[in-house]
């Protein structure tokens, strides 16, 4: 039996959700399914226990460098602090990156992988080879462009690339150029443009279900609503959750109907928000026919969650990649986005720049976003159809077939 190593990066929810697409689809690709073994940290490594309870020996807990958090994503000061001294709890970086890679060394030379997929993790890559192990890497960035306030990370980014270099492959999960939306965090030097390959996002398609609709689905049908998405780990999610209470707050969103998904499963956050300011269940907003204003819910089911998109006019997110593959491609909606990071400020700057969405860091930009959008939803339409045409969502089927191709050719 082939065996496959999954080594996810667990900052945010992205390299999970995209490994566990290929999760899916890769057994289609095998006449003898491969044993998989999956390695993380923290919260992606608790949702691995959680998705494959059964296979509890393959799932591996590795502490894979992350930045500390801050109030409203990492912390700049003491990420960089933490590079040569203890913070937060967490050893200096020198330090974690030598406990780490000797731990996924035992790993490696125990299970002897026929093939890795290294998506976010690149210490993977320098064992995978000195191992002669074929490695894929999966991302959407390499030495992105900064904000001039962060030049001084460029060493940082520098020593990064390196690394991505090892792999065997580096495969893009991103549409082919011009539909690439990351492609101002792609900066890929010709010497290893041979190893670059685009395989497409790994989204899936939107599904139709036939199950009976909820309260909530019932309640969006035929409405004019703005999506307000809350992602990412908890300070990121808290940080966008601060702006967004900023911009309700101010008298000319008054009258904006919304729904925020909070991305936590916890049902304590479910309610209804009347016009009438008074807060109601959903069972009773429903019931009562509430004119409602604002819904708060904890953890969307994929079927509301896709009812919400689809009923939706426009989506406000922070700029993932794969949330905005999900938004714009798969379901051609506009999006209005609130970077956290770098990374999310050159994605959405793209979208602007293509008239798929627009970009606001600050209040009365996200304002003038809503309006903008709103007046002029039928150019965005026509830009996100061609946009969607041209919407690559088979990455996890790609990767899997070069996977299978690597492993035939091992044989």
Not at 9 to 26: D, E, F, K, Q, T
Not at 141 to 168: C, D, G, N, T
Not at 185 to 198: A, D, G, M, R
Not at 359 to 365: E, G, H, S, V
């Amino acid at each position: 039996m082939k065996k496959i190593g999954q080594f996810i990066y667990p900052w945010g929810n992205g390299h999970y959700s995209r490994m566990m697409r290929l999760n899916a689809v890769l057994p289609n690709y095998f006449t003898e399914k491969p044993e998989m073994f999956y390695f993380s940290k923290g919260e992606i490594y608790e949702k691995l226990l959680q998705k494959f309870p059964d296979k509890k020996d393959n799932i591996h807990e590795i502490l894979m460098p992350t930045p500390i958090d801050g109030k409203n994503g990492p912390s700049v000061p003491l990420s960089l602090l933490n590079i040569l001294f203890p913070v937060a709890k967490e050893k200096a970086l020198v330090k974690q990156i030598k406990h780490y890679l000797k731990k996924e060394a035992r790993i490696y030379d125990k299970e002897k992988f026929d093939v890795v997929i290294n998506d976010g993790d690149m210490g993977s890559n320098v064992l995978a080879k000195n191992r002669g192990i074929p490695s894929l890497f999966v991302t959407n960035q390499y030495m992105p462009k900064l904000w001039k306030s962060r030049s001084y990370f460029y060493p940082a980014l520098y020593f990064v690339a390196k690394q991505i270099e090892k792999a065997s492959m580096i495969l893009v999960a991103d549409s082919p150029p011009p539909y690439t939306i990351c492609e101002y965090n792609l900066n890929f030097p010709e010497s290893i443009k041979n190893k670059v390959t685009y395989v497409g996002h790994f989204s899936g398609k939107a599904s139709v279900s036939s199950e009976p609709l909820t309260n909530l689905e019932n309640m969006v049908k035929g409405t004019d609503f703005g999506y307000w998405m809350r992602t990412g780990n908890k300070s990121t999610n808290d940080g966008t959750g601060q702006k967004y209470e900023e911009v309700f707050h101010d008298s000319e969103m008054k009258n904006e109907r919304r729904i925020i998904s909070h991305a936590k499963n916890d049902k304590s956050i479910d309610q209804v928000i009347g016009k009438d300011g008074k807060k109601y269940s959903l069972l009773d907003a429903y019931e009562k026919k509430i004119d409602w204003i604002q819904i708060d819910i904890g953890f969307l089911t994929e079927n509301e969650k896709q009812t919400v998109i689809n009923n939706c006019k426009f989506c406000v997110i922070n700029g993932s990649h794969t949330v905005m593959g999900e938004i714009m491609g798969t379901n051609s909606k506009p999006i209005i986005g609130i970077p956290v990071y770098d990374e999310h400020t050159n994605q959405i700057q793209w979208a602007e720049e293509k008239k798929l969405g627009l970009l606001a860091k600050d209040k009365k930009q996200v304002i003038k976003a809503v309006k903008k959008i709103k007046h002029d939803y039928n150019k965005y339409e026509e830009r996100l159809k061609e946009f969607s045409e041209n919407f690559d969502n088979n990455g996890a089927e790609k990767t899997s077939k070069i996977i299978a191709e690597i492993l035939e050719k091992k044989n």
